[in-house]
């Protein structure tokens, strides 16, 4: 065969490629890819995708239940911070639930992912609830919102040198008309969490701008002390605010401060209340026996999420609200 003909046949055979890759991705969401670590099921298509380069998320461990009236919570849990990527796919018509599951469950054995908790429908996975509010895709779902009985869970964990890696499986069946073509359809809602450390990008406050700031409104926010989740240990990353704390009651020696600590408004509001009120008691306690500061002039207090400076329903917006603020009296 000429060389030449050679070339044009294979040109002929890669345009055919890439025009049946084209046809059978035609119908991802725009701007939309899969996973690198994770391949999709066979004939999906991407409807929902989102990925961000920080972010929280909360891995189901155990059974989710209702704590109080619509309070969702789960028996065991892990919260992981570290670049997100969420997508939800729709697998073919004919395909089920566990068939579609049980390739997602090879797939990750294949990459040497390790299970952590696996379950079924209500009567393992407990209330649907958490798993319908906690899994959604920061509104990227749109209409598949609804899971009936027919759901599997997995999650699963890959250690790495580079960083860990999490996986967050939702399979369900889509048991709503509101979008008609999906209606019984499967849904595999996937999400990756790859754990690594939070790029710095705070301005670190000063104590001529608490200064500043209590003289002009009588209170200065600080949000770089750090706390783990739920937890009343100051964090070590907190030291440069403690010691700007600590340099402004040193700097003014007549001012005399509250410490008081905000929560967002997850979970309950006497719990959050309690919580607020320990962190506000670690942060005095912390600028008292470090610093020296005479114990007079420290106060502490908590008010929980009842004074937000921005939105709950938003990560930013409870990002904004979790600080401790220092109140002139």
Not at 155 to 183: C, F, M, T
Not at 219 to 225: C, D, E, K, Y
């Amino acid at each position: 065969m000429h060389p030449l003909s050679r070339v044009i046949i294979g040109l002929t055979l890669a345009i055919s490629f890439f025009a049946h890759a084209q046809s059978v991705f035609a119908a991802d969401r725009s701007g939309s890819s899969d996973h690198p670590l994770i391949p999709r099921f066979a004939g999906s298509e991407i409807i929902g995708y989102k990925a961000v380069n920080y972010d929280e998320f909360t891995l189901a461990l155990g059974k989710a239940y209702e704590k109080t009236m619509s309070n969702y919570v789960l028996e065991k849990d892990l919260t992981l911070e570290g670049k997100i990527t969420r997508i939800l796919y729709l697998a073919p018509a004919e395909k089920s639930s566990l068939q579609v599951f049980r390739n997602y469950e090879k797939a990750f054995d294949a990459a040497e992912f390790e299970p952590m908790f696996s379950c079924k429908g209500n009567s393992e996975c407990g209330w649907r609830a958490w798993f319908t509010g906690a899994q959604t895709l920061g509104g990227l779902r749109d209409y598949a919102l609804i899971l009936g009985g027919d759901f599997r869970y997995l999650s699963s964990h890959l250690p790495r040198k580079e960083g860990d890696v999490y996986i967050s499986l939702l399979v369900y069946k889509y048991d709503s008309n509101a979008v008609s073509q999906w209606q019984g359809r499967t849904m595999a809602e996937l999400n990756v969490i790859e754990i690594e450390p939070m790029e710095e990008e705070m301005v670190q406050i000063k104590a001529e701008d608490l200064a500043k700031s209590i003289a002009a409104e009588g209170h200065a926010a600080v949000r770089q002390i750090y706390f783990d989740s739920g937890e009343t240990v100051i964090k070590p990353e907190s030291k440069p605010a403690l010691d700007e704390i600590a340099k402004l009651m040193n700097d003014s020696p007549t001012l005399k401060v509250i410490f008081v600590g905000h929560t967002d408004s997850q979970g309950e509001l006497q719990y959050n209340m309690a919580l607020s009120q320990k962190r506000a008691t670690a942060v005095r306690d912390r600028i008292r026996d470090e610093y020296g500061i005479d114990n007079e002039r420290l106060g502490a207090a908590g008010i929980g999420f009842l004074a937000p400076v921005a939105s709950n329903k938003s990560e930013e917006g409870r990002a904004e609200n979790r600080r401790v603020e220092l109140i002139e009296w």
